[in-house]
């Protein structure tokens, strides 16, 4: 039996007919994980009742740019809990178990730019490391 990880940058989730729209995407390819960047989320504990049978991690952005967020569908054998996320809403990383194994996941939504590309990743090395 297969884990299926799917990514998107969504450019927004702010519409609830987008949110019904992936959500209903999530459920005809059988996606168990989904990694949302560029959500515009601005609060981390905000509920998606869309997705239903699943549990939502978010890093929060603005309401007009940044945030990621991963949904992970409830499945017997999947289990994931969040192990760091970043307070300007650009990565997040989860760790999840299944069935016989355990990894972890993080969803990145890096700048735009050379040189702040450059300062996030280093930075978010040692975060990550850390």
Request: hydrophobic residues 40%; proline residues 2%; charged residues 20%.
């Amino acid at each position: 039996m297969a884990l299926n990880i799917a990514i998107q940058n969504v450019r927004g989730t702010n519409d609830r007919l987008k949110r019904d729209q992936l959500s209903m995407w999530m459920r005809q390819n059988n996606i168990d994980i989904l990694a949302l960047q560029e959500t515009f989320v601005e609060n981390s504990s905000q509920a998606w009742p869309e997705f239903r049978n699943c549990e939502i991690f978010h890093a929060s952005g603005t309401n007009h740019a940044r945030g990621v967020s991963v949904i992970v569908r409830e499945r017997a054998g999947l289990s994931s809990t969040l192990q760091n996320s970043d307070p300007q809403g650009r990565f997040l990383t989860l760790h999840v178990k299944w069935e016989n194994f355990s990894f972890n996941l993080t969803s990145i939504y890096a700048p735009v730019t050379c040189k702040e590309r450059r300062v996030f990743f280093c930075n978010t090395v040692s975060a990550l490391d850390g």
